[in-house]
């Protein structure tokens, strides 16, 4: 097969580097640092992913993305607000719904609770509705006074499907000549739900005329409007829609903002500590170019009496150079989304169990693999490998043909 003569040169020079014992083994090392870096890069940053998405789906999957709401927190004429509300290709929904804080009291213990007061057929949060292993929305019904809690808080209260609890909310008290009284009602435990986050033990969902006749607002008012989009990070690009003289907008990142950038840094500093282990390798690279250059110094000479131009030399050792760097990316790459794919199969072969559900059984990690990511860490690599290779090329084109022949 024909090759320039840069090509086929270079590719010669990676197979004679056998000849010298050690440059070959600074040679390996290079090659080994790339793929172990690229390989780590892949893998950490890819179950990295997987607990980010996890944290999305369990946690913002849970809440709203944005809510409406006002300072008396009573919005009246909410179907007549939504339709106000300019469409939006991010929003895939707006709720209509009742939310306070409450207490929420068993025969044994009470817990402070966050009471959302929905309609069944319009609940939007599918990550809770598809949690419910015990029970099923339709079950909370406007006068039946039912509510779905979650796993924790029953395991915290010590309660089960069937039992009755006090629900306690000191908006809608009532003042009396013995002070003033929070407002309370029986609510019965129809269902149970398990999200897999803290929704799980502050959360409880009952019908919005329940929750109304709770608080003592009309049955036809809602303390705010939730928004839903295709994606919670959309929420960082969207335009709030105007707003009237009281209302207010808070997104989630009022409330899981500061969790969620705690997770960009950490995945920004395990970038930035995996890419030092291909720069270093990089740097064996540049090593290992500038010894092959000078014992190859004879060799470049001969060439250039033979009339071959600087940048002809120079390619023969970007060449060289960069061969060991393009085949660790590639090797690198290769086996980091190989072990990334079977880690927890490799994990379970090495008796390793890093996570543990609530029964005490292991859990697999989370991967999730971005192909703009993968291919930005294995280019990056190439690049980093090329760039080293530079200096040492620069090197071989200045090589003086009398200088280097003078003692041969």
């Known amino acids: 097969m024909f090759y320039p003569l840069s090509v086929f040169i270079g590719l010669r020079y990676t197979k004679s580097k056998r000849n010298n014992q050690f440059v070959s083994f600074v040679s390996l090392f290079s090659t080994g640092g790339i793929i172990l870096g690229v390989l780590a890069l892949i893998t950490v940053l890819s179950v990295m992913n997987g607990f980010e998405g996890e944290l999305k789906q369990r946690i913002l999957g849970a809440i709203p993305h944005a809510k409406l709401s006002n300072q008396v927190q009573t919005i009246d004429n909410w179907q007549q607000r939504i339709d106000a509300i300019p469409s939006d290709p991010l929003v895939t929904a707006i709720e209509p719904m009742i939310t306070t804080e409450a207490i929420l009291q068993s025969s044994s213990n009470l817990q402070g609770v966050l009471i959302e007061g929905i309609y069944p057929e319009k609940y939007k949060s599918n990550t809770v509705k598809d949690s419910i292993y015990i029970g099923v929305l339709d079950d909370l019904e406007a006068g039946a006074y039912r509510i779905i809690i979650g796993s924790q ?16 909310s000191t908006r809608g008290a009532r003042y009396t000549p013995i002070g003033q009284v929070p407002s309370q009602r029986n609510f019965t435990i129809t269902g149970i739900f398990d999200v897999g986050s803290d929704v799980d033990s502050h959360l409880i969902l009952m019908n919005i005329e329940d929750a109304a006749r709770l608080i003592r607002i009309q049955t036809d008012q809602v303390s705010d409007l939730r928004f839903y989009f295709t994606d919670p990070f959309a929420v960082e690009s969207w335009q709030y829609p105007p707003l009237e003289a009281d209302e207010v907008m808070l997104d989630w990142r009022s409330t899981h903002g500061e969790l969620f950038a705690a997770v960009k840094m950490e995945k920004n500093m395990i970038w930035l500590l995996l890419c030092l282990i291909i720069a270093v390798a990089a740097f064996n690279i540049l090593s290992s170019s500038v010894m ?26 970007i060449i060289q150079g960069a061969f060991s760097g393009i085949i660790g990316a590639l090797l690198g790459t290769g086996l980091g989304l190989l072990l990334s794919t079977y880690i927890n199969e490799v994990m379970s072969f090495l008796g390793l169990h890093l996570l543990s559900n609530a029964s005490g059984g292991a859990r697999l990690l989370p991967v999730v693999h971005e192909p703009m990511q993968i291919v930005l860490i294995m280019f990056g690599a190439m690049l980093l490998s090329l760039l080293a290779t530079l200096y040492p090329a620069y090197r071989a084109g200045r090589v003086s043909p009398v200088e280097a022949l003078r003692y041969e």
């Open 153 to 168: 808080l029953a395991s915290q209260l010590n309660v089960m499907v069937g039992d009755k609890v006090r629900v306690i």
């Open 292 to 317: 092959v250059v000078t014992d190859k110094s004879a060799e470049v000479a001969i060439l250039k009496t033979l009339g071959i131009q600087a940048h002809t030399i120079n390619f023969i050792f």
